[in-house]
């Protein structure tokens, strides 16, 4: 209850926050100029494109709401899949839906892991997704694929639906287009969030996912608000 409190507070003081300075230097440093130490970080062995800090606030998501499905959008090499799964073993209960455009054989398997193979914004997968959450009592959502302002916006539409009460959608990389990486990204995700909440979805940025100062989704966590 104590730590709930903390977080509540957190989240309201921390509304209009924004990464100081230093903290944008690090980023910066950490991403690009330091030979993208985000692309090589390993979860057990498998390339996961995360920042560690954004990890330890998903297992803290996964235990504060114990989904039963997580639907990830983006697999790449399986990495944030495979650690997904990890924090559910720990934790007993939930499974994993991740989708990607490309095929690969190597892949780690996993129990609790299913990859479905096609774009993340075709009807039919959204549409065999959405079977798969059918008997889901509590479902978080991430979007890691195709990073484009238009694409995330269209899979926001499309699974945000899916996302229980209290609930998470998370939108990675709302860090690219000077926020603050890559500044020449153009449109991304950062602006398909500003969209997306313009139009009234019933989601409120958790700044206090935010906690440790760096994260690549900046303003990207989003909690489904109670109706
Ligand atoms: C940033 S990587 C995913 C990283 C992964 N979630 C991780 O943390 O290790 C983006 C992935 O999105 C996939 N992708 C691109 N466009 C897509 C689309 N339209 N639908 C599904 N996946 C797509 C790419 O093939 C690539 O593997």
């Known amino acids: 209850m104590r730590l709930a409190r903390i ?9 209009e926050w924004r990464a100081p300075a230093r903290v944008d230097a690090f980023h910066r440093l950490y991403y690009d100029d330091f030979h993208q130490t985000w692309a090589q970080t390993l979860w057990l062995g498998t390339r996961a494109f995360k920042c560690p800090f954004d990890l330890w606030m998903y297992q803290e998501l996964l235990a504060a709401i114990r989904p039963d499905l997580l639907v990830e959008t983006g ?4 990495g944030s899949a495979l650690f997904l799964a990890s924090c559910m073993d720990m934790l007993g209960n939930g499974r994993i839906v991740t989708i990607d455009i490309n095929d690969r054989a190597d892949r780690p398997q996993h129990d609790r892991i299913t990859y479905v193979h096609g774009s993340s914004v075709d009807p039919e ?3 065999r997704v959405r079977g798969l959450a059918a008997d889901a009592r509590a479902v978080i959502v991430v979007l890691d ?8 916006l269209a899979e926001m539409r499309a699974y945000s639906t899916l ?9 990675e990389d709302t860090n690219v287009n000077g926020h603050p990486v890559l500044p020449d990204f153009g449109p991304g995700p950062h602006e398909a969030v ?3 909440l313009a139009e009234g979805a019933p989601f409120v ?4 996912c935010e906690r440790f100062l760096m994260t690549f989704n900046p303003g990207g966590y989003l909690r489904r608000e109670e109706d």
Request: proline residues 0%; aromatic residues 4%; positive net charge.
């Open 163 to 171: 996302v229980t009460q209290g609930s998470y959608l998370i939108v």
């Open 75 to 78: 697999t790449a090499a399986g």
């Open 7 to 15: 977080r509540r507070r957190l989240a309201r003081s921390l509304t």
């Open 194 to 196: 500003e969209t997306f």
């Open 125 to 127: 997968v959204v549409d």
């Open 205 to 208: 940025r958790d700044r206090s």
């Open 145 to 152: 694929s195709d990073h484009r302002r238009d694409h995330v």
